[in-house]
């Protein structure tokens, strides 16, 4: 059945301006609200809500793998900070720094923490001293701060919430195990939970995090055909280790560095759900990580009979244990169905007088907006499986624009011309050399998204020098 | 049966040196490690793991009153922060203040967030406009800078982890309400998950958060004879409503400032925990609290059949929905006995060759070390029986310490003597003029703890000036 769903004037559509749209969703929906300090923003009681599912889902995940969570100071002394080059190099341009406590100036300066490695590292060096200390599983769910010049909800921020997992192993084998396991935690997060197909893979040695050895990430194609990254895992090796005296005794008797990972995931993860799924009439969300997945709306809730109904009806979903929700204040149920819309509720449940004489329910799924008829007693079973439905048609949907946005390029102008014009992923074989990826960013503005771990080959050369190919590469331009 | 535990030699005893002992657990127990950042501390897996406890009932108490989390900014520009002269005068001696961000000078400094009342109301004025967008019912889980000189692990620190919740009414009736009902919350908290009978009450002038009009509190007195603030809610009228222009239309239609409240405990709960709980062999947990409520530990391991009955005890434990661990490790039983008895796991379970042949467990309560064989058919049963003994067990040599700790105090001298010689709580008559509240805390460095709610009148004048006495007084010397 069709969609009659009332157009929400209010926001800017897709078309028009696709990142006005994004903005809008993001005031409209209530998911967040911005503060008088520049950059950093509220999340509200909507958007919070989302990311507690979120966490839910992964806290759950990082228990089961054996990851304990602490929490480390929200501030690193720089002298601390300075102590690994290269990842001071990284960060030190957008630190915020903090040089006044108590009303004196700080000898040693404070630094917002942007990422929490070095303070891992301080503690990891007065808790490990031999083998049977490891490993170390430690994860901390907190907000980060970045210094960035121009931000967007969610996406780019002068703070941001995230976890990050900081772990530390006896060999080099397992902490690489470590940093592809949490990758795939990540990956089946995407899957599972928000309906979001990932490109997994490698980081190429330009695109790596400061002082990693390895970058491993997963990135999400949002339908204004631009790349987000939306999680990464790294492995460090031992330098970390060394540059911060964490030492073991081995089973060999000898000291060792143990061998580091990190991994992250934050509220981006809300900007990809919005992007990927929203259309004109709002956000969509997928089921299992939206606040209220089921929301009841009497229908003529003036007429005789129609407010208990409802209640009845609500209280009765309630034991399906989804999060269900009765709006029976007194706007009018269109003015409540553009509201619901707007906030991407994933299921509408009607009930109005004629409803209630033909002893149904009338349901209707945002993500498609039609319509159907269900009897009363069928409707529990009947919403639990339209769960699992809605779940699996809008990650088919988003992993059918995945495909259709995944072009191979056999020439630079090839890739120009898909990332320009066509958008998404221009997929390419690659020499390895860092000079060619760098002529591709000149020219295209593409950067290397990741080196995707499924590696069909499909040319010998690389377009760029041509030289022998070495790697299939996703290209794209990026969030 | 009498208590046969292994004295761990290797932390100071109360007697001796209380605050040494309370020092020595926090960092034998695992809870917290210091850092390079002075006054910071790191939460490790076991202390955080208490706190993710103590979040969980008060997530659950706090949604189904409401109440909705949110993340504001972890800074709040100065220009914002000087809004309100009160608040700033109590806060602005002890900010941590950042006047360097992207490596350029602020314009308008940012601090880290003492509190958050200013930015709550700066969003709130956004989002109010009618009588209709009230109540406004928010919470904040996060951790918040406060620049102190001295500082103890869990009771004072420069950083600490706790909830803010700030909410807007209609009308003082309201905001007062809410302001008492999230203290009985608090005070559920205290009876029924750490076992800690909290004196209830409101503050005096003197002793009032800043900017508050009414400052109500739980505190809980510790084995030292000192009293503990464990948590606070504040009825702050509408004088920052006012001062940040929060205002909405009424029923009436005309334009009115809401009326405001904030409520919070922090992680001192932990130091609360410790303390009132703690002996000379560790800590000593509350079940509810406890990360690990049972241990399973095998005795003479190496025999035949231990550990795999060691193993189906712990699994069938599990039935039980209590958080259950299984310690195969290789040391020994009695090093693990010293280690969990530090760590205060609430109920050993020792099972042996001996206790296999007779079909039994040996179960040993944390709290005075008495032992019992149970069935292994009972067991279960048996466990769920004795976490609620245990807990009222702990809460009642609580409460018997604290009414045994609580005196009349008819002249300064007695209160004095009270104060200094046997410890705890010096009821006195009060006048109410604050001119004899702050000749106590000079004469005997006690000051007012609480009015409490709980008012028996027992003299009828002021022992201090000899006027008429108006209000029972909880002065006790504090942390």
New interface residues.
């Given amino acids: 059945m069709e969609n009659k769903q009332i157009k929400n004037e209010s926001i800017t559509s897709r078309s028009e301006d696709f990142a006005q749209w994004y903005t809008d969703i993001c005031k409209k929906a209530e998911l967040m ?1 911005y ?3 520049k950059g ?6 909507y958007g ?2 989302i ?2 599912e979120i966490q839910n889902y992964l806290n759950k995940r990082f228990k089961a793998t054996g990851h ?10 720089e ?2 900070f300075n102590k690994e080059k290269e990842h001071v190099a990284g960060f ?12 004196s100036e700080l000898e040693d300066r ?1 630094i ?1 923490r942007p990422t929490s490695e070095v ?1 891992f590292c ?2 990891y060096a ?2 490990i001293s031999s083998y049977r200390d490891l490993p170390k599983l ?1 994860n901390q769910w ?2 980060v ?1 970045r ?1 960035e ?1 121009t931000t967007r909800p969610f996406l780019r921020g002068a ?1 941001f ?1 995230w976890q990050e997992g900081h772990t530390m192993h006896e060999t080099e084998e397992e902490a690489r195990t470590e940093a592809l396991q949490m990758l795939e935690i990540y990956d089946d997060l995407g899957r599972d939970v928000l309906a979001i197909p990932f490109s997994k893979g490698r980081k190429t040695e330009k695109e790596k995090f400061a002082g990693a050895l390895e970058t491993y990430s997963i990135e999400a194609l949002m339908p204004d055909g631009k790349a987000l990254q939306s999680g990464t895992t790294h492995y460090f090796g031992n330098g970390f280790a060394k540059a911060f005296g964490v030492q073991f005794q081995g089973r060999d008797g000898k000291l060792a560095n143990p061998h580091q990972t990190s991994w992250g995931v934050s509220t981006r993860l809300i900007g990809a759900i919005i992007m990927v799924h929203g259309d004109d009439n709002g956000l969509v969300l997928p089921p299992y990580v939206a606040p209220t997945q089921v929301v009841v709306i009497p229908v003529a809730a003036n007429k005789p009979g129609v407010i208990p109904a409802a209640r009845e009806l609500a209280k009765n979903l309630e034991k399906t244990g989804l999060r269900i929700s009765l709006d029976e204040s007194d706007k009018s149920a269109g003015w409540k169905f553009s509201e619901y819309e707007m906030k991407g509720v994933p299921i509408r449940v009607e009930i109005g007088p004629r409803d209630i004489e033909n002893g149904v329910a009338t349901v209707v799924k945002r993500n498609d907006g039609t319509k159907a008829s269900v009897k009363l007693e069928e409707l529990n079973d009947y919403i639990l499986n339209l769960v699992k439905v809605i779940h699996k048609e809008m990650y088919d949907k988003a992993l059918k624009y995945l495909l259709e946005h995944t072009t191979e390029a056999h020439s630079i102008e090839e890739l120009k011309d898909i990332v320009d014009n066509k958008g998404g992923y221009a997929k390419m074989m690659w020499c390895e050399d860092q000079a060619c990826e760098n002529k591709i960013k000149e020219l295209t503005n593409a950067t290397a998204r990741c080196i995707p771990f499924n590696q069909i080959p499909f040319d010998d050369v690389c377009p760029c020098c041509g030289k022998k190919a070495k790697k299939v590469v996703l290209f794209a331009k990026a969030y």
């Avoid at 304990?68 to 002394?77: G, K, Q």
């Avoid at 030190?92 to 009303?103: R, S, Y």
């Fill in positions: 609200d503060t008088s300090a950093f923003i509220i999340y509200r009681p919070y809500a990311w507690e304990h969570n602490v929490y480390l100071p929200t501030v690193i002394p002298s601390l030190a341009p957008e630190t915020l720094i903090c040089t006044i406590g108590g009303q404070l917002v303070l301080e503690h007065k808790v430690y907190c907000s701060v210094w010049k703070e919430l």
